[in-house]
């Protein structure tokens, strides 16, 4: 029996399962969206309410945030913004946003760590998940507590946005704000800034009722209002809190640092892997279940996947030492 296992025939098996289970996850990653998916899947879980509805004090101790922010790279940048000038948390995010937004044109992924993509940005390259990140980090730089949201048009895959929540201290509530497109949502009649759940739900019951402020001087990243409204309508059910805003931890990790240099398929992947990347925690809504079935059923998948190519790779790691012993 030892020797049929060690067989180049039975060897042959083993490759050639392997092989059909890196084809099979290869399939599900094309396009590049759906990678993204992928990703998306292996993080899923869905929410309840107080998922979403907490203060920054009283966070759920499984969001996970920095322990410590560095100096560098932008404590310098928030001592020029003069932020500490500023008399509230609101302000100062809208200075944060304008300051990254003003030179922005319709980049690509940064592909890089928190220093290069800040240098990017100012360079008007970047995505809006880049600004996301940097803002988190310049907010956290600044003393202030942020969080980042997304939503999708394709069932919780690649194809989406990512936009900012900002903890105001001195009105003690979330305010939103698009930093990549440079706009923010006010209440019509009072002005006032309102946060991701006020907005979604007037998105769908009351758009009238908001106002389309932009940020600063910056390229606004719509045609025009009619086409913002149309754009936040097509994923309107699709929305999710990553879970958590540790992005100096993520830019520290040496997986990240050594994977990013590959690509960031690679590295988000190890993120993943070593625990430092932010879960995805879905708003559920009535209209979305059959999206979080399948992306929950998807995640089911991976991990059988991946517990099979385990699995495999280990039995072929025996068969070839043991071929080796018998030499």
């Given at each position: 029996m030892k020797s049929w296992i060690s067989s180049t025939r039975a060897i042959a098996l083993v490759l050639a399962a392997l092989l059909a289970l890196l084809v099979w996850v290869a399939l599900q990653a094309r396009p590049s969206t759906e990678a993204v998916r992928l990703r998306n899947a292996l993080l899923f879980q869905v929410g309840t309410p107080a998922d979403f509805d907490w203060r920054p004090e009283q966070r759920p101790a499984s969001f996970a945030t920095d322990t410590a922010v560095p100096d560098?790279?932008?404590?310098?940048?928030?001592?020029?913004?003069?932020?500490?000038?500023?008399?509230?948390?609101?302000?100062?995010?809208?200075?944060?946003?304008?300051?990254?937004?003003?030179?922005?044109?319709?980049?690509?992924?940064?592909?890089?760590?928190?220093?290069?993509?800040?240098?990017?940005?100012?360079?008007?390259?970047?995505?809006?998940?880049?600004?996301?990140?940097?803002?988190?980090a310049m907010a956290g730089s600044a003393g202030m507590f942020a969080r980042e949201w997304a939503f999708s048009f394709d069932g919780f895959g690649g194809h989406g946005h990512a936009l900012i929540e900002i903890w105001d201290r001195q009105r003690q509530a979330w305010f939103m704000l698009d930093v990549f497109n440079n706009w923010v949502p006010l209440d019509a009649s009072s002005n006032t800034p309102m946060s991701v759940a006020e907005f979604r739900h007037r998105l769908v019951q009351a758009p009238g009722s908001v106002r389309i402020e932009r940020i600063g001087p910056g390229r606004f990243g719509f045609r025009n209002e009619a086409a913002l409204w149309d754009y936040y309508r097509a994923g309107a059910d699709q929305w999710y809190l990553w879970w958590g805003n540790a992005v100096y931890a993520y830019d520290a990790s040496p997986a990240t640092r050594w994977l990013g240099s590959l690509s960031r398929a690679a590295e988000q992947l190890g993120a993943v892997a070593v625990g430092v990347h932010p879960k995805v925690m879905a708003v559920p809504s009535a209209t979305n279940a059959p999206l979080r079935e399948r992306m929950l059923d998807l995640k089911q998948k991976l991990y059988a996947a991946f517990g099979l190519g385990s699995v495999l790779s280990l039995v072929l790691f025996s068969q070839l030492f043991i071929r080796w012993r018998r030499r």
């Open positions: 560098q790279p932008f404590a310098d940048p928030v001592r020029g913004l003069a932020l500490a000038t500023q008399p509230d948390d609101w302000s100062r995010a809208l200075q944060i946003a304008n300051h990254l937004i003003r030179h922005a044109r319709q980049g690509g992924a940064a592909r890089s760590d928190l220093a290069g993509t800040y240098q990017q940005i100012l360079a008007g390259s970047g995505y809006c998940a880049d600004y996301t990140t940097t803002f988190i």
